[in-house]
């Protein structure tokens, strides 16, 4: 029975996870929508073009808000009009950024990996100073 509650409430969790996904997809159209929807009058030709364009820009460009902005309109337009993205055209471009993004995490990692051992050294030795006080002080 207990079974049954997880399963049930996994069930919704995961029904709740895809309606925000949608509200959060449909509250991004309505944005770019309400922007002026800056790839509308393009066809779709010209919109792929500038849909491989924005995400590229991006990818090179991962902090930057507006490069983020501009992909996301250009996926909304296509989202809209219920077309396919391009997005072989960019699979290149996104196994790049992911293997920059796994290093970098790995990167973090070791770091922090050595900062703990770092710390753990400095306070063994801090203890081990501290003994040696304790004995030259009795």
């Not at 010209?46 to 250009?74: F, K, P, S, T």
């Not at 989202?79 to 996104?94: G, I, S």
Request: aromatic share 8%; hydrophobic share 45%; with cysteine.
């Amino acid at each position: 029975m207990a079974d049954d509650d997880a399963k049930d409430g996994d069930a919704h969790l995961d029904e709740m996870l895809a309606a925000w996904i949608q509200s959060k997809g449909m509250d991004r159209i309505a944005a770019y929508v309400a922007r002026g929807r800056k790839f509308g009058a393009c066809d779709l030709d010209a919109l792929q073009v500038e849909w491989i364009r924005a995400h590229r820009h991006w990818y090179a460009n991962w902090g930057d808000a507006d490069a983020q902005q501009n992909a996301g309109d250009a996926d909304a337009e296509f989202e809209l009009r219920r077309e396919r993205q391009p997005v072989e055209a960019v699979e290149a471009d996104m196994r790049r950024l992911r293997e920059e993004a796994l290093a970098l995490a790995n990167e973090i990692r070791t770091r922090t990996v050595n900062w703990e051992k770092s710390g753990e050294a400095v306070e063994a030795e801090l203890h081990a100073f501290l003994k040696t006080k304790k004995k030259a002080i009795h």
